[in-house]
């Protein structure tokens, strides 16, 4: 009798954890669930009326929303506390997001024996509903264009750093060909995506975003200075042509062969085309290029690019600027690796990986007596590049794999949805 008694207390309570426990388990589930729902609903309601309430729930909606998906989910409004903002964890006290925690009582069964009155399953949820600060590898200007982000072949990749933003109100805002890929943070999209495409993106997709502010647009052209000619700081070094540069106006920077080119640190004001072909390298640490005229700039060659931004002053973190003015390309072929740094801003302009065709829009066919059209042969770009780039459309055509490690834009994006 004493083992049997003895036994019994042993079973209540081996029963009472598996009944109650597993109660408390599933109870959890549910009221974890039920409190992600409420918090996306409030955050939602936040989002809406941001503008008019700075992320306050100045109307209620928000609070009524977490509570009504609370009851839909058998919680009544005396187990739910909204707290906006919240009053714990990460996000405490900061505007536009909001907790939400549910007590649930849960009667005893067999583990009644050890304790008196309900257990009590206490779930969190934090969600946002707001716009916060981010950084982004690549922004896409152009406000409606119909493939202003495009990886055209089965083998382009685009793998960034940060996060990848497209203005573009068009439904097919961005276009990923087959077994192509993007690699990304977040894809924020004015517009949408071509649906063939959704499976190709590996990032967090947000449709239907307001587009985001060209951070540079108050950036201001470069001044000439002095008038400069290559010709006057070329050497020949061991049969090679080595040209040291320093800052000021040319009419143009070409370059080709074996040519070596060397900047100092300063503003490169390009009044023509900026263009490297066959094996010349260029090396300059603390330089801005800008192009003011409506050639463009082609790095084709197989030579190395060794550039970075300056570090201060006005055009701090700029490495390559295209007039505003001009629609001119921007073209990249070349199969050396890049150590390319800072940002390529090209306001009004396309920015091109190896690409062999023009674009047939209208908007650039006046261009084409600009560009050559020759076939490079299949050459690809593998390039990683600790750069980020602004301009009006980006192309990563057939065999290009681009990687972007920099992620030094500033930009905006929606924080909607769970965070804790």
């Not at 955050?43 to 008019?52: F, Q, S």
């Not at 304790?115 to 946002?128: E, F, H, S």
């Not at 055009?315 to 390529?344: A, C, H, P, W």
């Amino acid at each position: 009798m004493v083992i049997v008694a003895v036994s019994l207390i042993l079973l209540i309570g081996v029963t009472a954890l598996a009944v109650d426990a597993g109660r408390l388990y599933r109870e959890r589930r549910n009221t974890q669930a039920a409190a992600d729902a409420a918090a996306d609903a409030a955050g939602i309601a936040l989002y809406a009326t941001r503008e008019k309430f700075g992320g306050r729930d100045g109307d209620g909606a928000a609070r009524a929303s977490a509570l009504e998906l609370a009851r839909g989910n058998g919680y009544a409004p005396d187990t739910v506390t909204v707290n906006i903002p919240p009053e714990s964890g990460s996000f405490a006290g900061q505007l536009g997001y909001v907790e939400v925690i549910i007590n649930a009582p849960i009667s005893r069964t067999f583990s009644s024996v050890f304790g008196k009155g309900d257990l009590i399953v206490t779930t969190r949820a934090v969600a946002g509903g707001t716009i916060g600060s981010g950084r982004a590898s690549v922004m896409v200007l152009d406000p409606k264009r119909k493939d202003s982000l495009k990886l055209k072949g089965k083998t382009s990749t685009l793998e960034v750093a940060g996060d990848v933003i497209v203005n573009s109100a068009n439904k097919r805002a961005v276009k990923v060909d087959k077994k192509a890929q993007l690699i990304a943070n977040h894809l924020l999209v004015a517009g949408g995506i071509d649906k063939k495409s959704k499976g190709l993106i590996d990032a967090t997709v947000m449709t239907g975003v307001e587009p985001s502010p060209d951070p540079l647009a108050s950036l201001p052209s470069p001044a000439k200075g002095t008038d400069r000619d290559p010709k006057d700081f070329k050497t020949s070094v061991g049969g090679r042509d080595v040209f040291n540069l320093l800052p000021g106006k040319y009419k143009e920077l070409k370059f080709d062969k074996d040519d070596l080119i060397k900047l100092s640190p300063g503003t490169y004001y390009v009044e023509g085309e900026i263009s490297l072909k066959d094996s010349c390298s260029i090396d300059g640490s603390g330089v801005t290029i800008y192009s003011a005229g409506k050639k463009g700039a082609k790095f084709k060659g197989s030579g190395n690019i060794t550039l970075s931004p300056p570090t201060t002053g006005t055009y701090r973190g700029v490495t390559l600027f295209q007039n505003g003015g001009s629609k001119s390309k921007i073209e990249f072929r070349n199969d050396k690796d890049l150590d390319f740094s800072g940002i390529i801003y090209a306001p009004n302009s396309e920015v091109k990986f190896k690409n062999t065709d023009l674009d047939s829009d209208e908007d650039w066919e006046s261009e084409s007596e600009d560009y050559d059209l020759e076939d490079d042969g299949g050459v690809s770009i593998v390039g990683s590049l600790a750069a980020s780039i602004i301009c009006r459309k980006l192309s990563i055509e057939k065999g290009s794999y681009v990687r972007l490690s920099g992620a030094d834009i500033n930009a905006q994006r929606p924080v909607l949805g769970l965070v804790e």
